[in-house]
């Protein structure tokens, strides 16, 4: 196996991070490794790091629940290759993480041989996903396309609008006019087809519950 690759493990479970930390050394000689344990500290890794050749993903941790991170790293980094590692195993979990690019899903129930196996796979430019998944996608369902087509500043904004933040109040975190704020709502309801903020909270929360 080539080695020189650059892979950062995101997981907010330590005894599960290690379990990854070892498959990844079994599977890559010499492997550069980083590990975060949230979505802050993971999107302030990927300012600092450069040429990351994999990604593994929690879909579970502090800052983002069901696929709200996945899809911010699909908004703000569309070529980065992401593998999500879930103890979430139903089929619509998985089928729902290919709909956002995701190139593999390991569970966390597979046993260390699996892990291993599963990374070499896709290291090796194959994606890798569990026996007997149904991975046609549902052409009717387009929610995943349209959350996935905000720029990340408008997925900030939508995100403290889930939080009930008035515009006067994001503007101020962001550090941006009352009317940017306002010019990213109403971007937001076309992209999502949506009529007002109530409408887009609740196709976010489809979003973080899995429930697309």
């Known amino acids: 196996m080539e ?115 599963a990374l070499n796979s896709i290291l090796a430019g194959d994606p890798w996903w569990p026996e007997g998944i149904n991975l046609e996608e549902d052409a009717g369902d387009d929610l995943v396309e349209r959350l996935a087509s905000l720029t990340p500043q408008q997925y900030k904004v939508l995100t403290m609008l889930s939080e009930g933040k008035l515009n006067k109040q994001i503007a101020y975190e962001l550090e941006v006019s009352e009317a940017t704020v306002k010019a990213h709502v109403t971007a937001i309801f076309r992209k999502l087809g949506v009529q007002n903020r109530t409408q887009a909270v609740i196709a976010l929360s489809q979003l973080d519950s899995g429930a697309l």
């Open 3 to 117: 080695t020189g690759y650059s892979i950062i493990i995101a997981d907010d479970h330590p005894l599960f991070r290690n379990a990854l930390h070892q498959a990844v050394q079994l599977a890559v000689a010499g492997v550069q490794l980083h590990e975060v344990d949230s979505i802050d500290n993971l999107m302030r890794l990927l300012t600092e790091v450069t040429d990351v050749d994999l990604l593994l993903l929690d879909l579970k941790m502090p800052g983002a629940s069901g696929f709200s991170g996945l899809a911010q790293l699909r908004n703000q980094y569309p070529g980065l290759p992401v593998v999500v590692v879930s103890a979430s195993e139903e089929p619509a979990v998985v089928q729902q993480a290919m709909r956002f690019g995701a190139m593999g899903f390991i569970p966390k129930s597979a046993p260390m041989p699996t892990l291993v196996g």
